[in-house]
Structures are given as C-alpha cells and as structure tokens.
C-alpha cells in the first residue's frame, strides 16, 4: 500500500509565475488537507477536502491560492502570481474515513520562488 | 483558541542519553494528542498517538503520557541513537469530524556518537 504521494518535491518559479502542486493520498483515502510550512515553523493547516467538496479552506490566503480533489486523479494545489513569501514547504496528509484523527503525511514539495 | 507549545531546541545530546521533549497544549475539550517526526529533507511520520487522557502512547522506545491535569504530552526516550536526529512535532486535534492538526513549532534533536 503506496503511501500519501506529492509531486513534484523541488519547484523552483520565478515571481508572478504559477506553481502547481500535486497529492494523491493513500489507497482507500478520500479526505485530504495541505499544511504549509515556513522555514524554522511549524506546519500550518491550509485547506480541507473531500472528493469534489472543499470543506474547510479556513487557513488559505484568501487571493491567488486555491484547491481542488476532482474525482479522478490528484489533489491539486495552485499559487497562481507566486511571490517569495510563498517559498516553503508544502505538505500533503489523508486520513481514512473511520480514522479522522490521525493523517499520514506526503514527502512534500518544497517551493523556491526566485 | 487551540496551541500547542513545546520546548525550543536544538536540543544536543550524546548517544544513549535520555531524551525529554516538553509539550504543553491549550484546548477547549478533550483533543488527541500526537508526535511527529520529520527527519531531513522528508515528510512527517507518526510517531505515536494518545486519545485520552492518562493515555501513553509508545513506539521506537520513545513514549508520551497523556496529562490532563498539567496539559501536557511530554516526549521521553531512555537512550537515544544518532538514528533519533530529527525534528520532533508535537501536535493536537479535537475530536470533531474533520478537524486540522494543530502544530508546536518542533524541537531539532541531535544526537552524536
């Protein structure tokens, strides 16, 4: 059983370019969150969601972020207009439905915006 | 709100020391309460978990007891190795369906031969 999978793990972008970030959870998983991570922070919660259903986008930027989980294929993080703030860590995590309360993470992608 | 505080690192020790990381929380309810670990350059793992309280939760040798009465998960381990290097998370979430891990801001261990 593949574990929670991110692509890529290194983008670089320059500024005002769009970044695309890619997460496809574990076998038989259908919730997902994405956390960033700040250099020398903790992780950060970002958004919440289901297959087609976006349940908790409480800890987005409000402009130039957004997420999605179509029903096929991954989920998918885009940072449309990239700034050097939005260089970080980006973390990935599925839980099953009877587990809510333990996530298992992705690798990440670590964003670099030049 | 929800947060978690633990102890500022790095924290240095030499092989087979003893290895305590502080984890305090604040929370409205009866949240699970968790350890992470991230070694360079990956993804967090589960360390281990505790759902209520007086709960200990153990993996690897590393242990954490669930304190409601001083709100904390501290982190122990008897003897450490060079392999336990990482940055260790201290983590909550409340019960509720859906709810997102709460963050400490991580402890860099480093243990050297």
């Known amino acids: 059983n593949a574990g929670v999978m991110q692509n890529p793990r290194h983008l670089v972008r320059r500024r005002g370019q769009e970044a695309r970030l890619r997460c496809s959870p574990m076998?038989?998983?259908?919730?997902v969150y994405w956390y960033r991570q700040l250099p020398e922070e903790g992780l950060k919660f970002m958004v919440y969601?289901?297959?087609?259903?976006?349940?908790?986008e409480s800890g987005m930027p409000k402009e130039r972020f957004s997420a999605e989980f179509p029903k096929e294929g991954p989920s998918i993080l885009r940072i449309q207009q990239v700034v050097r703030g939005d260089s970080a860590a980006y973390f990935c995590?599925?839980?099953?439905?009877?587990?809510?309360?333990?996530?298992?993470f992705g690798p990440g992608t670590r964003l670099l915006v030049l | 709100g929800n947060s978690v505080t633990q102890m500022e690192g790095p924290v240095t020790l030499s092989e087979e020391a003893f290895l305590t990381i502080n984890c305090t929380y604040t929370?409205?309810?009866?949240?699970?309460l968790f350890w992470y670990v991230q070694y360079p350059g990956e993804g967090l793992q589960l360390l281990l978990k505790?759902?209520?309280?007086?709960d200990k939760g153990s993996n690897k040798g590393f242990e954490a007891t669930y304190r409601k009465e001083t709100t904390s998960f501290h982190l122990e381990k008897g003897s450490v190795q060079v392999s336990d290097s990482a940055v260790y998370f201290c983590?909550?979430?409340?019960?509720?369906?859906?709810?997102?891990?709460?963050f400490g801001k991580g402890t860099t261990l480093s243990v050297s031969s």
């Open positions: 505790a759902t209520k309280a007086d």
């Open positions: 983590a909550l979430t409340s019960n509720q369906a859906g709810t997102a891990l709460i």
């Open positions: 995590a599925s839980h099953a439905p009877e587990g809510r309360e333990t996530q298992y």
């Open positions: 969601l289901q297959k087609e259903n976006i349940i908790d």
């Open positions: 929370a409205t309810g009866y949240p699970s």
């Open positions: 076998k038989g998983h259908s919730h």
